[in-house]
């Protein structure tokens, strides 16, 4: 019989799939002998069952009662009892945190009778009303679906009736009034009363969170941070602590280390008489999490407590929530918090020192993601003048845009093509789509812990939040810093997310310290932190991988740079970059050549060029293999623009003169080779086999250019490679000229030049006969960016701007293709050509030298495939070295079924 209820003492950590994040973690801390307030979780598999059927799970209700009796029997209390009534608060915990995205509903218990009882229990009148007041609204709007904007207008109306500035200055008949506004409103807009069963109200706050889960925002965030739309959430039921009790208490959020630097030390931030949703929303400012200890230095001398036992245990930075009750602490959330790149990276090397975890658990905490942050620039703070505003600076990183003022506004703008900063007071879930479009947030409240800093962080988006100075004007469009200073909607301004200041106009930008010490190999005093940190876990995953990561590189200074960023090779050189520029005139009049002599003469003085070329690249990657592929793209890439000539030639008739003799040649030309899909025509090998000279003037400038290296001492190591083959009769053919050329060139030269030949896999056909295919290739190349667009059938230069965001939105998948491999069919068709291929040619190297080779999802993917290599472009080489470094870290290998 399927189980729906569990109590905290019966979970922990490890059940975070089927009691949430926050149930497991509450659990946790309730067996580590933590004051956390009773409570149980009901859990996913209840919720998902609810989601799929639309009804309660049977036997869920009953559950939830006996471990409800077991709560109110611990606490000596019933559940909204008349005298000192047991409250009870309903929250959302899902699998992956999903900060503010559900639903929560605090206070379940009150109702016309209960809450005359709590006000005597706590002797404060005012405290049990607007305890009653938070429920009927949250209620009203969370459970019965009443639009919170008239709540917010009723309370409105009373402030301005009653003269008062906020609502402390509201008394206890006052809101014991708004309670029955509230309350008349929700008859009127539901055509039912606010129930006064305790019970009903818990019941009915379960299933709201439950359906909470595929609220409009919730389903947003999740295709945001790719998590599973199937998982469902958890709902925590768990007694009610009040920080809003008077002076001696209080709500706060704290971190055991700052999780934007990862610096030593708790900080976080706390609210006095103040109920814990209060600290996130920013809607008061919070004060700094050391004057607790002016404040109550009993509580926070036992939260420090707490916070050390917490990090020994899960030994990592947590995060907390807490209340202090007249003077009691009460612990009321833990996880292992999020942070910076940065501050992955510090921590994960100061746990290392601190022998808390071993070098390869730090390596498996940070990420490739999070090292290409770090490789970002800055600004240059010596030239930003002086700033508009300070805040907190809650996310890092520097970003340019135009402010804007809400979340629409937001995304029309960047829907045009415009950056923009979306400024705030402060932020809430609804904003979610403005904060994803934009380049930044910026608010003038909250702490960070807000909502807007905890979800800018996850999202990687620069934050600066908890702007006192500034005075944020939603309606007027405009914010006003503190000396009067007023900027309009659509000015540029920058933000530092790094330094919490704002600047007017676009500010100049730096290079990251991280980039200079991987450029370098220098480390500036002042960033010495994170670049040990980073080179630390480098180190590392050099250590421990298995995947050797090469660059794709075409240029002798790309290759200098990939080679500094830790390349092993090149894996990809592209041999048309080196066919662009003044040589286009030559390719022109090899295509054009009417004559063997004319074509023969036209490769002739391509050939020095070439040469030069790859004895430069040799050169660079001295030592290092080198691989050549030979002339991919169609002809008449290289030719002018057929729409160009074919005005100039229609304008010249039309005027009555002769067009230009070559424009007509050459338009001539372009239409006869003109295809309708030039990525599925006349390239890769096929050009080889169909335009004479063509593979040999690229092979003799190859074996030309070892033979060079050769003589003046070096080691070179170029091998050839074949592209867009899906045959092996093709590569058989292309082969046997390679050869050839190769033989020539060893007699006139006197040196023997052994080059190995290979080819890339880039078609369905190739990974399909690849065991035919690996009699003829000494090594494969996965070209997954046209596998990708042939096993799908998407045009690769069409389909990501065309119906790519539909496709995201719909669900059809959760990334491009084209950016993370799609393990399920282009990983199968690259399964099986590894497989077949080392079974025709044991030990066949193979790499992949597509897009994908520097993604950190797709790294993890060819390490599991047993690929020897990836190569990527030079700037995502440490990313690369870093993942396949993580990658060899998960034990799993080739052969091991996924
Ligand atoms: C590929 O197809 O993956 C590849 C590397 O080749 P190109 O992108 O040059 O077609
Ligand atoms: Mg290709």
């Known amino acids: 019989?399927?189980?729906?209820?569990?109590?905290?003492?019966?979970?922990?950590?490890?059940?975070?799939?089927?009691?949430?994040?926050?149930?497991?973690?509450?659990?946790?801390?309730?067996?580590?002998?933590?004051?956390?307030?009773?409570?149980?979780?009901?859990?996913?598999?209840?919720?998902?069952?609810?989601?799929?059927?639309?009804?309660?799970?049977?036997?869920?209700?009953?559950?939830?009662?006996?471990?409800?009796?077991?709560?109110?029997?611990?606490?000596?209390?019933?559940?909204?009892?008349?005298?000192?009534?047991?409250?009870?608060?309903?929250?959302?915990?899902?699998?992956?945190?999903?900060?503010?995205?559900?639903?929560?509903?605090?206070?379940?218990?009150?109702?016309?009778?209960?809450?005359?009882?709590?006000?005597?229990?706590?002797?404060?009148?005012?405290?049990a009303w607007d305890s009653y007041r938070r429920l009927v609204q949250m209620f009203g709007s969370t459970v019965m679906g009443v639009d919170t904007a008239l709540f917010e207008e009723a309370l409105r109306l009373l402030k301005e009736a009653r003269n008062a500035p906020d609502d402390l200055?509201?008394?206890?008949?006052?809101?014991?009034?708004?309670?029955?506004?509230?309350?008349?409103?929700?008859?009127?807009?539901?055509?039912?009363?606010?129930?006064?069963?305790?019970?009903?109200?818990?019941?009915?706050?379960?299933?709201a969170v439950f359906r909470s889960w595929n609220a409009e925002r919730a389903r947003l965030y999740r295709r945001r941070e790719h998590i599973p739309d199937d998982l469902g959430t958890a709902v925590t039921v768990q007694c009610m602590v009040f920080g809003n009790l008077g002076a001696d208490s209080g709500s706060g959020v704290a971190f055991t280390r700052d999780p934007a630097t990862g610096r030593q030390g708790f900080y976080g931030d706390y609210l006095p008489n103040a109920q814990g949703e209060d600290v996130v929303s920013g809607i008061r400012n919070t004060v700094p999490l050391a004057d607790l200890e002016d404040l109550d230095p009993h509580s926070f001398a036992?939260?420090?407590?707490?916070?050390?036992?917490?990090?020994?245990?899960?030994?990592?930075?947590?995060?907390?929530e807490f209340t202090i009750e007249r003077g009691t602490l009460w612990m009321l959330q833990t996880r292992v918090g999020k942070r910076t790149a940065e501050a992955a990276f510090a921590i994960a090397?100061?746990?290392?020192?601190?022998?808390?975890?071993?070098?390869?658990?730090?390596?498996?905490?940070?990420?490739?993601?999070?090292?290409?942050?770090?490789?970002?620039?800055?600004?240059?703070?010596?030239?930003?003048?002086?700033?508009?505003?300070?805040?907190?600076?809650?996310?890092?990183?520097?970003?340019v845009g135009a402010a804007v003022f809400d979340s629409a506004e937001a995304v029309r703008r960047t829907?045009?093509?415009?950056?923009?900063?979306?400024?705030?007071?402060?932020?809430?879930?609804?904003?979610?789509?403005?904060?994803?479009?934009?380049?930044?947030?910026?608010?003038?409240?909250?702490?960070?812990?807000?909502?807007?800093?905890?979800?800018?962080?996850?999202?990687?988006?620069?934050?600066?939040?908890?702007?006192?100075?500034?005075?944020?004007?939603?309606?007027?469009?405009?914010?006003?810093?503190?000396?009067?200073?007023?900027?309009?909607?659509?000015?540029?301004?920058?933000?530092?997310?790094?330094?919490?200041?704002?600047?007017?106009?676009?500010?100049?930008?730096?290079?990251?310290?991280?980039?200079?010490?991987?450029?370098?190999?220098?480390?500036?005093?002042?960033?010495?932190?994170?670049?040990?940190?980073?080179?630390?876990?480098?180190?590392?995953a050099d250590a421990v991988r298995r995947l050797e990561v090469r660059a794709n590189a075409d240029t002798p200074e790309d290759a200098a740079r990939a080679r500094r960023f830790g390349a092993q090779g090149i894996g990809l050189c592209r041999t048309e970059h080196l066919f662009l520029g003044e040589r286009r005139k030559l390719?022109?009049?090899?295509?054009?050549?009417?004559?063997?002599?004319?074509?023969?003469?036209?490769?002739?003085?391509?050939?020095?060029?070439?040469?030069?070329?790859?004895?430069?690249?040799?050169?660079?990657?001295?030592?290092?293999?080198?691989?050549?592929?030979?002339?991919?793209?169609?002809?008449?890439?290289?030719?002018?623009?057929?729409?160009?000539?074919a005005v100039r030639v229609a304008a010249a008739q039309a005027a009555g003169n002769q067009p230009d003799p070559h424009d007509a040649e050459v338009l001539d030309a372009v239409n006869r080779m003109h295809e309708e899909n030039p990525m599925l025509g006349l390239r890769g090998v096929r050009l080889g086999l169909v335009v004479p000279g063509l593979v040999a003037m690229q092979v003799r400038a190859v074996a030309e250019a070892i033979v060079e290296r050769v003589g003046a001492g070096g080691a070179p190591m170029a091998e050839i490679m074949v592209p867009l083959v899906g045959a092996v009769e093709e590569l058989r053919l292309a082969r046997e000229e390679v050869e050839h050329v190769l033989a020539d060139v060893s007699k006139e030269s006197g040196i023997t030049v052994r080059?190995?030949?290979?080819?890339?896999?880039?078609?369905?056909?190739?990974?399909?006969?690849?065991?035919?295919?690996?009699?003829?290739?000494?090594?494969?190349?996965?070209?997954?960016?046209?596998?990708?667009?042939?096993?799908?059938?998407?045009?690769?230069?069409?389909?990501?701007a065309a119906f790519f965001s539909a496709y995201l939105d719909r669900g059809v998948f959760a990334t491009s293709p084209f950016e993370t491999i799609d393990r399920e069919g282009v990983g199968r068709l690259v399964d099986i050509a590894v497989t077949e291929g080392r079974a025709a040619r044991p030990g066949l190297k193979i790499g992949v030298c597509g897009e994908h080779g520097g993604d950190p999802d797709s790294v993890h993917f060819f390490h599991t495939a047993g690929l020897d290599y990836v190569s990527c472009s030079p700037f995502r080489v440490p990313v690369a070295r870093l993942e396949a470094g993580r990658a060899a870290l998960s034990g799993i290998e080739a052969g091991d079924s996924r």
Not at 10 to 39: F, H, Q, S, T
Not at 196 to 201: L, R, T, W
């Open 1 to 127: 019989m399927a189980r729906y209820v569990y109590d905290f003492a019966e979970g922990g950590r490890d059940m975070a799939d089927l009691l949430g994040g926050k149930g497991a973690n509450l659990a946790e801390m309730a067996r580590l002998g933590l004051p956390v307030p009773a409570g149980f979780i009901v859990t996913t598999e209840a919720c998902r069952t609810f989601l799929s059927t639309g009804t309660e799970p049977d036997g869920m209700s009953d559950e939830v009662s006996r471990h409800l009796a077991a709560v109110e029997a611990a606490a000596g209390r019933l559940l909204g009892q008349p005298e000192d009534p047991l409250l009870l608060s309903v929250r959302s915990g899902a699998r992956f945190s999903m900060p503010g995205m559900m639903e929560t509903v605090l206070d379940i218990g009150l109702n016309d009778d209960s809450v005359l009882g709590l006000a005597k229990a706590s002797g404060s009148e005012r405290f």
């Open 169 to 207: 200055h509201l008394d206890a008949a006052d809101l014991a009034s708004l309670v029955d506004v509230c309350k008349s409103l929700i008859q009127q807009e539901t055509g039912e009363p606010f129930p006064q069963s305790p019970a009903e109200q818990l019941r009915r706050a379960i299933l």
């Open 302 to 320: 036992r939260l420090c407590d707490h916070m050390r036992t917490l990090e020994r245990h899960y030994r990592d930075l947590c995060d907390i």
């Open 349 to 399: 090397a100061e746990l290392v020192d601190e022998g808390l975890i071993t070098p390869d658990e730090a390596l498996a905490r940070v990420s490739g993601d999070g090292l290409a942050r770090l490789m970002f620039r800055r600004f240059d703070t010596s030239a930003t003048g002086e700033a508009l505003a300070h805040g907190i600076p809650a996310s890092p990183g520097a970003a």
């Open 415 to 540: 829907a045009a093509g415009e950056r923009v900063v979306l400024v705030r007071q402060e932020t809430t879930p609804d904003d979610l789509p403005g904060m994803v479009a934009a380049q930044a947030v910026l608010t003038s409240r909250g702490g960070k812990t807000s909502h807007a800093a905890v979800v800018a962080r996850g999202m990687g988006r620069v934050c600066v939040c908890g702007a006192e100075e500034l005075s944020v004007d939603t309606e007027g469009r405009r914010f006003t810093t503190g000396d009067g200073t007023v900027v309009e909607e659509g000015t540029v301004i920058s933000v530092d997310g790094s330094a919490g200041a704002v600047y007017r106009g676009a500010a100049p930008l730096v290079d990251s310290a991280v980039m200079r010490y991987l450029e370098t190999g220098e480390r500036g005093a002042e960033s010495a932190g994170v670049v040990d940190a980073v080179a630390h876990a480098l180190r590392q």
């Open 587 to 645: 390719v022109e009049e090899m295509i054009l050549a009417g004559t063997d002599a004319e074509r023969d003469h036209a490769l002739e003085a391509l050939l020095p060029l070439q040469r030069r070329d790859f004895t430069r690249i040799l050169e660079a990657m001295e030592g290092l293999p080198v691989t050549i592929r030979l002339l991919d793209p169609p002809l008449h890439e290289f030719l002018p623009d057929r729409t160009e000539l």
């Open 755 to 800: 080059c190995p030949v290979g080819t890339m896999i880039e078609l369905p056909r190739a990974a399909l006969t690849a065991g035919r295919i690996a009699e003829e290739a000494e090594f494969f190349s996965f070209g997954t960016n046209d596998l990708t667009q042939t096993t799908w059938g998407f045009s690769r230069d069409d389909v990501e």
